[in-house]
Structures are given as structure tokens and as C-alpha cells.
């Protein structure tokens, strides 16, 4: 970037934060990279803000500086999202973590950035609430909330999108601004508390939110099935959507992933056909009759192998090995990573894009695994590779290019719930048109000196 003066940014720093500024190697090192398969680029260095105002302060040396900011959760993104491709500052939220009100009669949450899902749910405990966004890494909530986390609950409870009713946030001049309320809906102006949302760092820094909680069910009951084929589990999936049963969790894994699955968790001793993953909510009259319709659709579609688990140490271990999925897939082929990507189309689309999926694997010559959040049509492929093969890695960029294709040809997304970071910014313009050039305009108005996690999201002339 032009005129950028790391050595004075860091003197400023240093002299605000003292020894909550690190130039430590294990420091730059840790906040290099995420869980993607990226490469790592150092900041120079790393900042550790305890409160709103040194956030602000933050910025306002860097923006006089020209330096670049990368905000940082805990690390858990998947496409890059936190590589700081430029170098400058790496502003690590995690001493914000303070939950600092519940109001239970209200159903909402007031907590700071660095506040984890497993944190909040930990505080909620007593009170009879839950939070229910589940990405399955234990995230921070600014985190999810910048990237627009999902997760396997999503089909009933909604995305991060759908549970966040206000923010505040530093903009890169170090102004403090708030948006929306903890009112349940407003009429008044522009959603800007969207606008942040899934900014991915790239506008400025979360530094509060208000955030919906839902009531911990009254009986909850998780089961596993087998089916003949994917399309089999589909369209099941979409009748039970249709006919408006509240499935708390719906997950599809392919046959590939659930050999991995078994390898990976040597008690679990499932068929190795495609399988879906369910959990139901509600009362325990309410929660019976979700399941025997259910158990019938199933049975209509030639699925067979309920297995039924209503303690909570069981369901526990089964929703464990699902969130585990990544490590199950990687046992599949030892000392490989795994090229990591996901897609999104209209549940309609779903079993015919997957199909399709499949025929591009095979043609591939790769082996991925595929795992699905199937009722809201969101399927991840986990493309596994040697990391030292030139061909293997152009391979999967290949694979993962023509699925995010694919995705766009059945009017879907080329990410439900991962985001762009550095992976994906390619496909913008040809999902949004031209609205993508109005992402340009917001950002240069927001963002005009281009600090923000430059080279994420868009590019500034």
C-alpha cells in the first residue's frame, strides 16, 4: 500500500497498548493464517485491545498511517478471510470477552467480539436460554458476525444474519457508531447493521452486539438414518421442509464421508451409504409427532437404520462426530490436507447439484467427501490432496471452481455460509453483477484510505 509507515504505526501502538502490542514471532505467526489452506503472510504486528475506545484509538493511528488492519477472532475462518495479504496490524478481539447483559425477559444478549458461542451458551445456562448459531468450530460471536456464520441449526433457527439485531462498530477513521436496536424491528433508514454483517473485517470492527436467544426446547431427540442413495435423503429432506416440519437439525454425508466417519470414531459402526443426521425440538408430545412423520417419509424413500438418541451425553457424541466431519474426512487418506469449499442452492436444485458434484469428483480423480446443512440446500466438499503435488492442488482448484459453476447455473451461491475471503472474491462479479460494483462504492466511502483487510471482498482502484 502507498505511503504506509509500519515503523511509526507500531511506535503509536506500542506507546497506547504497551505489552498488549506484540512483534513476537509466535504472535505473527499464530495470526498469519486460518484453517484454510492459504498461505500464511505475516503482520507486522499484533494488537491487543481490551476496551471500545482503544479500538478506536487503534484505527486512528493506522488510518494516519496508511496501515493495513486485519481483525481476528479466534482463527477459525475457512477461505482466508484473516491472511494479512499486505502485512500491517492484526487486531485480535479476543480480552474483549465480556457477556455484558442477559435479558432473559427480552430473549437477547448484549456481548463483545471476542466472546465465544460456547461462552455465551455457558453464561445462558441457568437462565433457561440458548444462543443457537452453531458454525461447529466454537467461534467468536464478531467473528460469525463479519463472516455471516451458519451452521447446522440454521434450517430452524436462522443464520447470524437472522440473530443479530444491533452492533457497534469502529469505523477505519476510529469513529464509534452504532446500528440498530434491540428492538425486535425497525422502519428507520438503511439496515446498516446488515451492511456490516458479512463485511468480512473489510468496513471496520465489531466491537459489541446485541444478539436473539431462543428458549432451550422442552425435549429434545436426535437420530441418525441410511438411504439408498443421496437422492433418496434429498427428497426426503424436501418434503419434510415442505410439509413444514420444525427439524431443529438436518445434515447430509455422503457415503465417502461416512466411511470416514467410522474410521475416524471407531464405535460408530454405521452404513456406509449416505446418511442423514437429524435433531427435533419441542415438547415431548410435539417432538413424537415430528418424528413419526418423519420416520414415514422415510420409510416412503427406502431409508432404514434409525438410530435413536435421547440422553444428552448421546446426542452430544453424535452432533461431536458431525462437527468433526473435517477430521473424520481426512482419516479417508493419511497425511493429506484438505481443500476446503461449500455452495448453496434452491433446496429444489439440491439433488441434481450434488449428483452433478459427484460426476465432477469422480472426473477429478480426487477423493471429497461431502457433508450438507440439506435443508436449506448449503453442501461442503472436502477435497483432500498432498500439499507437496503441484498437479493434486491444480486439480482441486479445478474441482472446486467447476462446483462453484455449477452453483451459480442452478441460480445458488458460490458460498452458504464460509464466505469469500481470499478463496472465492473471483466469482463476485459474475453472482451479483452489477451489484457488486456497488459493494466498491460502499467500501470506498467507508473505507476511502483501503485499511480494512485490503484485497478481501473488493478491490479499490
Same mark, same amino acid.
Given at each position: 500500500m502507498p505511503n504506509v509507515d509500519i515503523q511509526a504505526t507500531v511506535t503509536e501502538l506500542q506507546a497506547l497498548l504497551g505489552d498488549r502490542l506484540s512483534t513476537g514471532a509466535s504472535i505473527l505467526d499464530q495470526h498469519s493464517h486460518d484453517e484454510a489452506y492459504t498461505p500464511p503472510v505475516l503482520p507486522d504486528a499484533v494488537a491487543f485491545p481490551e476496551t471500545t475506545d482503544e479500538v478506536s484509538q487503534i484505527l486512528r493511528i493506522c488510518s494516519k498511517h496508511g496501515c493495513p488492519v486485519v481483525p481476528y477472532g479466534v482463527g477459525t475462518s475457512l477461505e482466508g478471510h484473516i491472511v494479512p495479504v499486505q502485512g500491517g496490524v492484526s487486531v485480535d478481539t479476543s480480552r474483549m470477552n465480556a457477556v455484558i447483559a442477559i435479558n432473559q425477559s427480552d430473549l437477547d444478549a448484549v456481548?463483545?467480539? #471476542?466472546? +465465544?458461542? *460456547?461462552?455465551l451458551n455457558d453464561a445462558l445456562? %441457568?437462565?433457561?436460554?440458548?444462543? +443457537?448459531? $452453531?458454525?461447529?468450530? $466454537?467461534?467468536?460471536? #464478531? #467473528? *460469525?458476525?463479519?463472516?455471516? !456464520?451458519?451452521? +447446522? &441449526?440454521t434450517v430452524r433457527y436462522g443464520t447470524m444474519a437472522d440473530n443479530v439485531l444491533a452492533l457497534e462498530v469502529v469505523l477505519p477513521d476510529g469513529q464509534i457508531i452504532h446500528t440498530g436496536s434491540r428492538a425486535r424491528k425497525s422502519s428507520t433508514g438503511y439496515d446498516l447493521t446488515h451492511l456490516f454483517i458479512g463485511s468480512e473485517g473489510t468496513l471496520g470492527i465489531i466491537t459489541k452486539l446485541t444478539v436473539k436467544l431462543h428458549g432451550q426446547p422442552e425435549h429434545i431427540a436426535a437420530a441418525t438414518c441410511a438411504f439408498p442413495d443421496i437422492a433418496s435423503a434429498v427428497e426426503t429432506v424436501i418434503l419434510a421442509i415442505q410439509m413444514g416440519l420444525p427439524l431443529a437439525r438436518i445434515e447430509l454425508l455422503d457415503e465417502v464421508q461416512m466411511r470416514g466417519m467410522n474410521i475416524y470414531n471407531p464405535d460408530m459402526t454405521l452404513p456406509e451409504t449416505p446418511h442423514l443426521f437429524l435433531e427435533f425440538h419441542g415438547t415431548e408430545a410435539g417432538v413424537a409427532e415430528q418424528v413419526e412423520s418423519l420416520a414415514s417419509l422415510v420409510e416412503d424413500h427406502g431409508g432404514s437404520d434409525f438410530a435413536w438418541a435421547t440422553k444428552t451425553e448421546d446426542r452430544n457424541r453424535l452432533w461431536k462426530a458431525r462437527h468433526e466431519a473435517y477430521y473424520a474426512g481426512k482419516a479417508l487418506r493419511q497425511g493429506t490436507e484438505g481443500v476446503v469449499t461449500d455452495c448453496c442452492v434452491p433446496i429444489s436444485a439440491l439433488a441434481e447439484c450434488i449428483a452433478r458434484t459427484k460426476e465432477l469428483i469422480a472426473d477429478s480423480g480426487l477423493m471429497a467427501p461431502l457433508v450438507g446443512h440439506v435443508g436449506d440446500g448449503n453442501?461442503?466438499?472436502l477435497i483432500l490432496v498432498d500439499p507437496d503435488s503441484t498437479d493434486e492442488m491444480a486439480? !482441486? #482448484? !479445478?474441482? !472446486? &471452481?467447476?462446483? &462453484?459453476?455449477? %452453483?451459480?447455473?442452478f441460480g445458488g451461491t458460490v458460498s452458504g455460509e464460509h464466505g469469500i475471503g481470499l478463496g472465492k472474491r473471483k466469482y463476485l462479479a459474475q453472482e451479483h453483477g452489477a451489484a457488486y460494483a456497488l459493494m466498491g462504492v460502499l467500501k470506498k466511502a467507508v473505507d476511502p484510505g483501503n485499511i480494512m483487510n485490503p484485497g478481501k471482498l473488493v478491490t479499490l482502484n
Open positions: 456481548v463483545e467480539p #471476542g466472546v +465465544t458461542r *460456547m461462552q445456562r %441457568a437462565s433457561g436460554l440458548m444462543f +443457537t448459531v $452453531d458454525p461447529g468450530a $466454537d467461534a467468536s460471536l #464478531g #467473528g *460469525m458476525a463479519a463472516t455471516r !456464520a451458519s451452521g +447446522t &441449526n453442501f461442503h466438499l486439480r !482441486a #482448484g !479445478a474441482l !472446486a &471452481n467447476k462446483v &462453484n459453476m455449477l %452453483a451459480l447455473e
